[in-house]
């Protein structure tokens, strides 16, 4: 029996993703299945919206995507995923302040309030489909469309998917002589590739990879302001900041002449600072990936986004150009034996023991790159423009692992623009403040001269919360 033969009301199983994240339930209140494991994003959009045209728009959107009206079965053996039958989005229409038109960063800081404000709102696991909409109004021209979805049922690049689509099918209501969009794959499908020949080929000689790899491999733990053990309660606070043009045009030309990306470039300063932190030369830091390594699921929503272990030995770089070549090497053999993070731990067990230990704490480190991100392109009667440049911080937002991320982005306007999110239980916002400031000055000084020499970690202090 094929994926194709089971009716959706019979369910189907776990992904390997939905399975790990069973592995964290803490219920419907927090953790992975809790009301503030989310994503928000928004688009301003230029041109007269129809909520009518809007609202038939999303229900296709559900329709069309099985995995927003998906529920995982945890109460039951074996655990698995349902489909439920498409039920209408909830659409919210606000008038958000009408400043000048000409006033393009009052506008553009409304709509930040707006996106913070839902970021610190929940949605239910619960309740479907798990999609909702909010519409904010500056005039008849201009608004902010803001989309919430739990993060069980997609992740970053899904985002994407469901805005394209969305503007597609918005056009169609509203008349444009658009083709019909391509059928979806599912992530029902997804699940059931992961169980076939061809995956599990892939899985095997992975696994030998990565139990090689990472022996003796221990995940990057930082010192936390408090134990766990003081202060069990938390939710996930966010510093956002902004580095300018000129610091992602160092970052990007350095790329490009050392055949990396401004990803390799990033993540190789920031194994400097984590060794002149640490004095540690073996750096393993965890990132997110889309965990799309088969093409024929780009198109899908779901929750495909994975972790990767990044190992890099800093022995005898004795400039930075060393490091990022030596990055370089790591970031490729570990993408291109991707699998699940969840069999990575079955061949490393001991490899987040760290993470564990009270007192310290995770940190992810992640350059967003996700496809489709619309920058001012006009779908029918409406343009869309992606809201990535953030400046307002939040104390209450979208959850995260326990401890802390580092998002940096290169923003569709050039800049290099990022954000920390930390557990407020463990970490003061100075701490978090500290920490972006000296790593941003660690890069600063890497690109200006990859050529010089590099210090030795015993010539920097210990950071103030390792003393």
Request: with cysteine.
């Amino acid at each position: 029996m094929t994926v194709a033969d089971l009716a959706p009301d019979e369910g189907f199983p776990l992904a390997v993703q939905q399975e790990f994240l069973c592995l964290w339930d803490k219920g419907d209140d927090m953790g992975p299945f809790g009301p503030r494991f989310h994503i928000v994003d928004g688009w301003r959009v230029s041109g007269r919206v129809e909520t009518a045209l809007l609202q038939a728009a999303l229900d296709d959107v559900v329709v069309r995507h099985e995995a927003l009206r998906t529920t995982v079965v945890r109460d039951a053996e074996p655990r698995h995923q349902r489909i439920l039958a498409p039920a209408p989005v909830s659409l919210e229409v606000r008038q958000l302040p009408a400043t000048d038109p000409a006033d393009e960063e009052s506008r553009h800081l409304a709509g930040e309030e707006l996106l913070n404000e839902l970021a610190a709102d929940t949605i239910g696991v619960r309740r479907m489909p798990l999609l909702r909409a909010v519409l904010g109004r500056f005039d008849d021209e201009d608004a902010v469309l803001a989309l919430i979805a739990h993060h069980t049922a997609v992740d970053a690049w899904s985002m994407q998917v469901i805005l394209r689509d969305l503007a597609g099918l918005y056009a169609r209501h509203a008349g444009a002589d658009l083709p019909p969009l391509a059928p979806a794959p599912q992530y029902r499908e997804y699940a059931h590739w992961q169980r076939s020949d061809e995956a599990r080929e892939a899985e095997r000689s992975a696994r030998a990879f990565w139990r090689t790899r990472l022996d003796g491999a221990r995940a990057l733990a930082l010192p936390t302001d408090r134990t766990r053990s003081e202060a069990p309660e938390f939710s996930t606070s966010w510093h956002r900041f902004g580095w300018g043009t000129p610091l992602r045009e160092q970052v990007t030309t350095l790329a490009a002449a050392t055949r990396s990306s401004a990803f390799i470039v990033l993540l190789a300063a920031f194994n400097v600072f984590l060794n002149r932190r640490t004095g540690d030369t073996d750096v393993v830091v965890p990132t997110f990936t889309p965990g799309r390594t088969q093409a024929r699921f780009q198109d899908a929503v779901g929750s495909f986004f994975n972790f990767l272990p990044l190992r890099t030995d800093l022995t005898g770089c004795a400039a930075f150009h060393d490091v990022v070549a030596r990055t370089r090497e790591s970031c490729l053999d570990a993408y291109t034996r991707e699998i699940p993070l969840a069999h990575v731990l079955d061949e490393a067990p001991e490899l987040m023991e760290r993470v564990g230990v009270d007192g310290l704490a995770s940190c992810v480190f992640q350059v967003i790159q996700t496809p489709f991100t619309m920058a001012g392109e006009r779908i029918g009667p409406l343009s869309y423009r992606a809201v990535r440049r953030k400046v307002l911080s939040q104390s209450v937002g979208s959850d995260i692992p326990d401890g802390t991320l580092l998002c940096l982005e290169i923003s569709p306007t050039g800049e290099l623009i990022g954000e920390l999110g930390f557990s407020s239980n463990l970490y003061d916002e100075s701490t978090v403040r500290r920490l972006v400031a000296d790593f941003r000055d660690v890069l600063s000084e890497l690109v200006a001269d990859p050529g010089a020499p590099l210090p030795a970690p015993t010539d920097f202090p210990p950071a103030p919360n390792q003393e």
